[in-house]
């Protein structure tokens, strides 16, 4: 993977996507081809991440990764999976990059990627990051990363309890009309 590509899925018919036009990057010329944004059944490896973010005029890369937890509300997942559609929240979270840089100007790169499909209990299934000067913008622009992308990117996650094999489709924790709240619904058999 060169460290300017972005990594833009092809359309359902297996045509490629056109990468949307540039954003200002005050740092290096910038654009969308600071941004490495994946949804896929696939998450790149941790070293082509590190190496994307990497740039000589950045001292800090921040990084933060979902992992698939065995439990939740004080039951046992037995396997969860992730939809979405891929052209949608390819586009999201390219938008979503593009406000993180406007509220983040020095930030030179970010990362936006999430798996679809299963996602075994300890794996990874999102991963978000960017790298600047120094580490507060970086940490910063990572944590509005992350928060943004679990409330506005449409990926929904599906999860299935030991000794309730009844799926139940997830919301996202996050803020919603000013209260945090998760809603669930349990799927009819």
């Known amino acids: 993977m060169s460290d300017n590509s972005t990594i833009i899925e092809p359309l359902s018919d297996g045509t490629q996507q056109q990468q949307p036009s540039s954003t200002t990057n005050q740092l290096n010329g910038g654009g969308t081809n ?27 890369i921040s990084t933060f990764t979902g992992i698939t937890r065995d439990n ?3 039951k046992m997942v037995t396997s969860l999976s992730y939809e979405g559609y891929t052209p949608m929240a390819i ?16 930030v030179a790169r970010m990362v936006a990627v999430h798996i679809l499909g299963d996602c075994p209990v300890g794996e990874a299934s999102v ?14 622009c990572t944590e509005f990363l992350i928060d943004e992308l679990k409330g ?3 990926i929904w996650k599906k999860e299935i309890y030991e000794g309730d094999e009844q799926s139940v489709w997830k919301e996202n924790v996050e803020w919603k009309d000013g209260r945090r709240r998760r809603v669930m619904v349990k799927e009819e058999s």
């Open 91 to 106: 586009k999201e979270l390219t938008n979503l990059c593009r406000d993180a840089q406007r509220k983040y100007p020095n």
């Open 34 to 60: 600071n941004y490495l944004i994946q949804v896929s059944d696939k998450l790149p490896s941790h070293h082509e991440i590190q190496n994307f973010l990497t740039a000589s005029n950045c001292g800090a």
């Open 72 to 74: 939740f509300a004080g």
């Open 127 to 140: 991963v978000v990051g960017s790298s600047s000067p120094h580490r507060r913008e970086a940490i910063a």
């Open 152 to 154: 506005r990117v449409p």
